[in-house]
T-cell receptor, first 114, second 111 residues
Framework: DAGVTQSPTHLIKTRGQHVTLRCSPI?????VSWYQQVLGQGPQFIFQ???????GRGNFPDRFSARQFPNYSSELNVNALLLGDSALYLC?????????????FGQGTRLTVV | DQQVKQNSPSLSVQEGRISILNCDYT??????FLWYKKYPAEGPTFLIS?????DKNEDGRFTVFLNKSAKHLSLHIVPSQPGDSAVYFC??????????FGQGTRLTINP
């Protein structure tokens, strides 16, 4: 069984550019969440989507946006990139959001902004 | 506002001995707690979880203890093995909402 898959694995962008990161959840999982992990810190919540609707948003600027597609895959978009956006972006999936349950993470996308 | 804290950035343990990783939280509304293990260049891997209605959960070499009155949880690994060397994150959630992570503890198992 495929786990959570993210693409690309690595990305280098220039300040001011735009980036799109992609995530495919585990088969059967309907919820996808995005997290940002900077060096030396734990992952920070960005967004949660369930059944194509936004169900939660972390403390990130409006330059960050996301969406979920009918097949439950998801995209994270970041506009006007800043050097501080350099981080590991993690996608996690759960099968639903009706109760607390473990989330399974992908390998992440390492974004470097230069 | 760091709601979940892991106050030990690193821990070194002899192979075969017990590893104890600690985590404190401030939000009494958290009702689910998890431990993740992370190797470099990989995403976090789920290890074990515990609901707030329990005080202990065991899975093989891994046991998580929850002390709600102290708002403290710990992960015990026994016996520790070299493959356990990684960064360990504790996380907490309320309902099915976002996970709030600690800063992580780097565990090194020495042969």
């Amino acid at each position: 069984d495929a786990g959570v898959t993210q693409s690309p694995t690595h990305l280098i962008k220039t300040r001011g550019q735009h980036v799109t990161l992609r995530c495919s959840p585990i088969s059967g999982h309907k919820s996808v969440s995005w997290y940002q992990q900077v060096l030396g810190q734990g992952p920070q919540f960005i967004f949660q989507y369930y059944e194509k609707e936004e169900r939660g948003r972390g403390n990130f600027p409006d330059r960050f946006s996301a969406r979920q597609f009918p097949n439950y895959s998801s995209e994270l978009n970041v506009n006007a990139l800043l050097l501080g956006d350099s981080a590991l972006y993690l996608c996690a999936s759960t099968w639903d959001i009706s109760r607390s349950t473990e989330a399974f993470f992908g390998q992440g996308t390492r974004l470097t902004v230069v | 506002d760091q709601q979940v804290k892991q106050n030990s950035p690193s821990l070194s343990v002899q192979e075969g001995r017990i590893s104890i990783l600690n985590c404190d939280y401030t939000n009494s509304m958290f009702d689910y707690f998890l431990w993740y293990k992370k190797y470099p260049a990989e995403g976090p891997t789920f290890l074990i979880s515990i609901s707030s209605i329990k005080d202990k959960n065991e899975d093989g070499r891994f046991t998580v203890f929850l002390n709600k009155s102290a708002k403290h949880l710990s992960l015990h690994i026994v016996p520790s093995q070299p493959g356990d060397s990684a960064v360990y994150f504790c996380a907490a959630s309320r309902g099915a909402q976002k996970l709030v992570f600690g800063q992580g503890t780097r565990l090194t198992i020495n042969p």
